[in-house]
């Protein structure tokens, strides 16, 4: 084997750790899952609503918390716990290792989050998704609110 095949097959392992297709496949949540739980109490009843950058925060953390517990299970030299090594900067909420990663998830979440509210032929829509679209629709409030309705049986 060349090390070019080496190479192709490190970066193939590595692709299929860090890609999620399906959540049967990996068992992660997809981003939809997310975005669905980000809208849902405890409960599984629809919170009040939120503006989209609460949505993309909590989404986020839950993604950064979830990946940093991975390396550190994976033993990863030098991973550490989300939110838990002193920030560089007195005053600051994360240090800088997590603010990058924090900015990094954001900006992909962002993007899903767009996709989730959209009313696309697309399974990253939630009015289209298999899983979803007979059991919440998006309701989007004045003020970039948004917030999810349970979809009624007859509209299904």
């Known amino acids: 084997m060349s090390k070019a095949q080496d190479l192709l097959a490190l970066a193939l392992a590595a692709t299929e750790a860090n890609v999620v297709k399906t959540r049967g496949a990996s ?23 939120k503006k989209r950058t609460m949505v ?10 979830e990946q940093r517990e991975s390396e550190v299970a994976s033993g990863i030299e030098g991973a550490a716990a989300f939110g838990v090594t002193a920030p560089e900067v007195e005053g600051a909420p994360f240090c800088n290792a997590d603010l990058e990663l924090i900015a990094g998830v954001n900006n992909k979440v962002k993007h899903q989050l767009a996709a989730a509210v959209s009313n696309s032929q697309n399974a990253t829509a939630l009015s289209f998704n298999e899983a979803y679209k007979n059991v919440w629709a998006v309701v989007k409030h004045p003020g970039g609110l948004i917030s999810l309705e349970a979809v009624s049986s007859d509209e299904a």
């Open 27 to 49: 068992g992660k949540k997809t981003y939809l899952d997310r975005f669905v739980e980000a809208l849902l109490d405890k409960n599984g009843k629809p919170t009040e609503p």
């Open 56 to 65: 993309i925060a909590e989404m986020s953390l839950a993604i950064c918390v």
